[in-house]
């Protein structure tokens, strides 16, 4: 075994116009992640007889000062991984016109899931400021769905924990069942959604005992009623029978408030 160094120990190749590693991937673990695939990079190129020559010559100069070729650099600035601290604009046919963000980073540990949420605040603070001049503050959603051999109460507490000191500010959360192979159909009936059923249960009670409240009873919005009548009722979040469904719920909202931002976070299962 062995202790990678910390990409944050390396300088940089001067020639390669870059003064400080950046990466291509947001987050602070990201750093970690970084790291590694530094020493696998340095390891394979070392093993491997049909490596490049340009990487088999910069190990030199990374071993010996910790200086990283350009094209080390380049590699990590260009990394891109959908679905990992992804940004995507809600634009094009039937989007939102840019009023509508979708944040999305797969998580499937209360470790990444924490990751994840701190880069959501992260992500969403240079947004606003970035906006400074919009008529009001964005509204914040959470889009999840997690396989039904995680734990539930472990992947949402983290984010229980950030909405309680109000870091996230979410002003609703979306249950919602996958559209794909592995999971359900697009339309799903009442059977479908008793795993999402269960993830609302879990959070609101999260939400009930970090606030310290009686469990609320609010009636049932409009739009949760027209879309099933067993969901349970709820202020603060939705079961929603279909992905399709979820989007174009959160699309009518954007197009109902021309002037209100929407920012949500779609994390846990993916698929």
């Not at 750093?31 to 190129?45: D, S």
């Not at 924490?114 to 001049?133: G, K, N, P, Y």
Request: hydrophobic share 35%.
């Amino acid at each position: 075994l062995e202790v990678v160094t910390p990409i944050t120990e390396y300088s940089t190749d001067p020639a390669s116009g870059l003064q400080t590693v950046e990466l291509g991937l947001a987050g602070e673990h990201q750093k970690l992640n970084a790291a590694l695939a530094v020493k696998l990079c340095r390891v394979w190129a070392q093993r491997e007889p049909s490596a490049p020559e340009a990487m088999k010559r910069a190990e030199g100069a990374i071993a010996e000062s910790k200086v990283l070729p350009a094209l080390y650099l380049q590699g990590l600035k260009k990394c891109r991984w959908p679905g990992r601290a992804q940004v995507l604009p809600d634009v094009g046919e039937g989007g939102s016109g840019g009023r509508l963000t979708f944040y999305l980073d797969g998580a499937h540990t209360d470790d990444s899931v924490q990751s994840c949420a701190t880069w959501f605040v992260e992500a969403t603070r240079r947004a606003d400021e970035a906006d400074s001049l919009a008529a009001a503050p964005a509204q914040r959603y959470l889009f999840f769905n997690c396989m039904e051999d995680r734990d539930p109460h472990r992947l949402l507490q983290p984010l229980a924990n950030l909405q309680r000191e109000r870091s996230l500010n979410l002003t609703h959360a979306l249950f919602v069942p996958p559209d794909s192979g592995m999971g359900l159909k697009p339309a799903a009936g009442e059977k479908e959604i008793r795993w999402q059923q269960n993830l609302q249960r879990t959070w609101e009670s999260m939400l009930q005992a970090n606030s310290g409240e009686r469990k609320r009873k609010a009636e049932a919005s409009t739009d949760s009623e027209s879309l099933s009548t067993s969901v349970p009722a709820s202020s603060t979040s939705t079961v929603m029978p279909s992905l399709g469904a979820a989007i174009g719920w959160l699309r009518q909202q954007a197009q109902d408030n021309p002037k209100q931002r929407m920012q949500v976070l779609v994390t846990g299962s993916l698929y």
